[in-house]
């Protein structure tokens, strides 16, 4: 075959290379890991086994140096919504758990994790009234946190970004989160 | 926003807002998280609106499949460091004559990526396609992957390859090795490619073997592709007929490499240290012509080639003499004084 080189990998220093990777992407960020998910989940039973599965969604990935290669803040913010679909995904179960043991146990058998119709239409109306709020945010409060949520940016990167300081980028944060909890809680 | 604790003005649910975006933010302090804690134990109220605050942030987890949200995140000129090197890589347009008559003038309107794996000597590595399917590379060994819309492409440049193909009638697999193409929809087979020769076995399904034919239309290559089955190996040479026979030994052989280890049934010791060398960056060399042929019987695991010598050397009347760039093998006789 002619043309183009191909992109070469060479396995062995791929292997190198994540390995390195992971090992100092472990020693900057566990502290701020634990830290981070001591302040959601408190005393939950589960928490040491999600630091382990935060890091080990992280070394099944390949690629890692381009991956983390983009700075400390970068990285942080992954590892966070990493560990914050987690946190979700445990919460998800725990419901599921609680739910299946309120009905018969020959339901129990049947019943597997997916969400039922009712649970994916009601999700599908909060996800539409969250948006509801999101749009009808200012726009540099919106642009903020959507930059935060949606494209995982540091804050650091998207004050940066917007021009604006560290701390404005914190306040739209935190405008926006109340904002949703406005319009969307409980009384 | 430098303090610890955000002020006392903010209503409850302002406070938990704000004490979610500092956790967020990834930069919060041992001292910010002792105020946390403080905050959260100070009322029953406290905690509620906390959690209510985390659930707005994972509630937005899916805001990025909304096309009209996804448009506010969308930046300007991209200023993320390394986003080029996220782009595939663009190969040139292929006309390698395919058998079964494929179509010779067929190109991809976009161009196919194609990404070259390679492994070192003594090593061994899996890697894992996008439709699923695996290669196993052996020591030494270098493929090249060409995934297009209507064909799956693969030349095996050097060495040795396991190919576990996902079947995929609308895109066959082919395997190209020296003069040879390997065609086959979905099944699990070895090829092993020297200078002179390439071998295939196959462990499950079937594979079509044929002469790639550069020069001649597709269908009129004059040799037949020759098919082969699971339990099956063949030897192909350009220029002379193949040789196809069941080969339970080349399984055996093919499922041990896979596990790491190599056996020999009374195979000449000069065959044994050419395999071995295979998987060797230094090299072991015979220097003692009465002990080419001694038969050589075992089972060894190639982690470690100092290992498999010392097993050597234990069950055998060998000697090995370890220098920093070679190994030398005598037979023990000659060793003695």
Redo the contacts between chains.
């Keep these: ?4 080189t ?7 220093e791929r ?1 190198r290379a994540d390995g390195a990777v992971l090992h100092s992407v472990i020693r900057d960020h566990e502290t ?1 890991l634990r ?2 998910l ?3 989940l ?1 005393n939950h039973p589960d928490y040491e086994d999600l630091v382990q599965e935060t890091f080990l969604r992280l070394a099944r990935l390949t690629n890692l140096d ?1 991956k983390f ?2 700075g400390q ?1 970068c990285t ?2 992954y590892l ?1 919504s990493v560990a ?2 987690l ?2 995904d445990m ?1 998800k179960r725990d419901a599921i758990r609680r739910e299946a043991n309120l009905q018969d146990v020959e339901e129990n058998i049947l019943q597997d994790e997916r969400p039922s119709s009712e649970a994916v239409l009601a999700s599908r109306q ?2 539409h009234s ?2 509801k709020v ?2 009808g945010l200012e726009a540099n409060c ?2 903020a946190f ?6 995982n940016l ?2 650091r ?1 998207i004050a ?2 917007m021009k604006i300081s ?2 404005m980028v ?2 739209h ?3 926006a ?2 904002e ?3 319009k ?3 009384r | 926003m430098n303090e610890q604790t955000p002020s006392a003005d903010y209503e409850i649910s302002d406070q938990a807002a704000w004490f979610v975006a500092r956790l967020y933010s990834g930069d919060m302090t041992a001292e910010e998280e002792a105020r946390l804690h403080d905050w959260l134990r100070a009322g029953v109220q406290h905690q509620r609106e906390y959690d209510l605050a985390l659930a707005c942030w994972d509630d937005t987890a899916d805001l990025g499949e909304d096309p009209d949200i996804m448009a506010f995140a969308a930046s300007e000129p991209e200023k993320r460091k390394g986003y080029g090197r996220w782009l595939a890589i663009a190969a040139v347009l292929l006309l390698v004559a395919l058998p079964f008559g494929a179509n010779l003038k067929s190109f991809w309107p976009v161009a196919p990526e194609t990404t070259a794996y390679e492994t070192a000597v003594g090593e061994q590595q899996v890697v894992d396609l996008a439709d699923g399917s695996k290669i196993t590379l052996n020591t030494g060994t270098r493929v090249r992957v060409d995934y297009g819309k209507h064909s799956r492409q693969i030349v095996l440049e050097y060495g040795e390859a396991y190919f576990d193909v996902v079947k995929e009638a609308k895109r066959p697999l082919s395997v190209s090795a020296g003069g040879h193409v390997v065609t086959v929809l979905g099944t699990s087979f070895n090829v092993f490619r020297t200078g002179k020769q390439v071998e295939v076995v196959v462990l499950d399904g079937a594979v079509g073997v044929s002469e790639k034919a550069l020069d001649r239309p597709a269908g009129t290559s004059g040799v037949e592709a020759v098919i082969l089955r699971a339990g099956v190996g063949a030897t192909f040479r350009q220029g002379s007929a193949p040789v196809v026979q069941e080969t339970p030994q080349d399984i055996e052989r093919v499922k041990n490499w896979l596990a790491g280890y190599v056996r020999f049934d009374n195979e000449p010791l000069y065959r044994v240290v050419g395999e071995i060398n295979r998987h060797s960056p230094k090299k072991i060399l015979i220097e003692d012509t009465t002990i080419m042929n001694m038969p050589i019987s075992g089972s060894f695991k190639l982690v470690n080639i100092d290992l498999v010598l010392a097993g050597l050397e234990d069950v055998f009347p060998l000697e090995v003499t370890r220098y920093p760039d070679r190994y030398v093998l005598l037979g023990e006789a000659v060793a003695q004084p």
């Design positions: 075959m002619s043309g183009n191909p992109k070469v990998i060479h396995l062995s292997r701020a830290r981070f001591r302040a959601r408190a381009e290669s983009q803040a942080r913010s966070f914050t679909n946190i979700r919460h909060e996800l969250i948006k999101i749009m919106r642009r959507v930059l935060s949520r949606v494209r540091s804050y990167e940066e970004e560290v701390s914190e306040k944060v935190m405008q989160l109340a949703m909890r406005r969307t809680g409980p």
